[in-house]
T-cell receptor, first 111, second 116 residues
Framework: QKEVEQDPGPLSVPEGAIVSLNCTYS??????FMWYRQYSRKGPELLMY????GNKEDGRFTAQVDKSSKYISLFIRDSQPSDSATYLC???????????FGSGTRLSIRP | DTGVSQNPRHKITKRGQNVTFRCDPI?????LYWYRQTLGQGPEFLTY????????KSRLLSDRFSAERPKGSFSTLEIQRTEQGDSAMYLC??????????????FGSGTQLSVL
């Protein structure tokens, strides 16, 4: 079993829809949770991060962490075609440890 | 351009050959990471450096792989006797240790390796 599980998609939604992306994990020792966006033939770029449980909002993006359920989510409001990319969840045990990634969800926003 | 730079962008090689990739991190970043990514998968951790010291190496990493960061600046990743299973995107990332925050990891655009 992988430490971090993520539905690979692809997920296709119409422009303006709310998108929900999710990951589950097995190790309760994870403390830092991140979402990265990756465009084709590019490296991942950080979108959101949270420490421990809770919500964090940044513009159209909201990240949620539920440590009791070992479940994290990323919500995208008013989705745009430019949001079409692969979204990777990621997590780490401490501020100094390596980051472990999910397999990514491929998202397509239809105009 | 002050981002993470990787060279070459693409490398095609024949099975059994050695290849070397280079990564130039953001100048003030003292931590440097190597990841490998195959199609449809997330980045897989390979190794990381703090300055010139290699602090962790994945147990999944074959002994055909070696990485160096001789002066704590740029890093090289060498694969000896390449195999077709080594075909992947090799990503380099860097961050600063300042403040102890882990989240701001900056990635390069990667080196795409194809082993024929």
């Amino acid at each position: 079993q992988k430490e971090v599980e993520q539905d690979p998609g692809p997920l296709s939604v119409p422009e303006g829809a709310i998108v929900s992306l999710n990951c589950t994990y097995s190790n309760s020792a994870f403390q830092y949770f991140m979402w990265y966006r990756q465009y084709s033939r590019k490296g991942p770029e950080l979108l959101m991060y949270t420490y421990s449980s809770g919500n964090k909002e940044d513009g159209r993006f909201t990240a949620q962490v539920d440590k009791s359920s070992k479940y994290i989510s990323l919500f995208i409001r008013d989705s745009q075609p430019s949001d079409s990319a692969t979204y990777l969840c990621a997590m780490s045990y401490s501020s100094a440890s390596k980051i472990i990634f999910g397999s990514g969800t491929r998202l397509s926003i239809r105009p | 351009d002050t981002g993470v730079s990787q060279n070459p962008r693409h490398k095609i090689t024949k099975r059994g050959q050695n290849v070397t990739f280079r990564c130039d991190p953001i100048s003030e970043h003292n931590r440097l990471y190597w990841y490998r990514q195959t199609l449809g998968q997330g980045p897989e951790f390979l190794t990381y450096f703090q300055n010139e010291a290699q602090l962790e190496k994945s147990r999944l990493l074959s002994d055909r792989f070696s990485a160096e960061r001789p002066k704590g600046s740029f890093s090289t990743l060498e694969i000896q006797r390449t195999e077709q299973g080594d075909s992947a995107m090799y990503l380099c990332a860097s961050r600063t240790q300042q403040g102890g925050t882990n989240e701001k990891l900056f990635f390069g655009s990667g080196t795409q390796l194809s082993v024929l």
